[in-house]
């Protein structure tokens, strides 16, 4: 019967030509689930290159057969912050999964923390980039609008690609408001002369900046990004991008 589950788990991570079985082997993913309770909209799965001897380190997470998960952090230097993580998972269908964090917990260079989370993440859409790259993508069930989020953490993707590290250089706006849909507002209204927007989609960029992707509403296909620097030194700065 396990081997049979085993089977059904492989399959169901399967997409179009590309055949990779996530199960009882170590990825690295973009960060630890269960670290940042509130910026959950996406998380990245990287196939580990084993002839690197630095795939040891980074970020990683393995989903065992019995529909648990690890996920923790590890670095050859002890001199920093160690975020871990334990949980289950579900499959819902052929391309959903339900995430569940158990406990939480960090040490090292950092705030120390060991807590029972139990903290429903929800259902993730599977999105598979490439034969080395799957996204898990907040879903709430709809098959259309699961494609949509798709698209728009690619367009996402593509600023990234654009802009690179060079987020911080379109950070000109100050203001003392902490939330992002406050911030983002409080630009466009400051900013723009755009007056009917709505936020289609945002994640992390390097856990320093939040990048929402904007669709001006009077316009077809217009879409830009307001780039919030939620951390360090750029906590209260905010930002426009637009592909030319």
Known sequence: MKKITLYVLIVFFSHNSYSQNIFEEYWHISEVIGQDTENTKEYILYKIDKNDKYSLYGTKIIFNSNNSFICNYSAKCGNDCFPSSVGTYKIIDNKHINLFVKQFKQSGDCESKKSISNLEMGKYFLSQKSDKIIKLIKSDGNSFQDSLNEKYSNMIDKYIEDVKYGSSNLLNFKTELKGNLGRVNLYIKNRTRIKNFRIVYSKKQDDTFIINLVKNE???????????????EFECQVGYYKFI
């Open 218 to 232: 009077d316009e077809k296909n217009d879409y830009f990004f307001i780039i919030n620097g939620f951390r360090n």
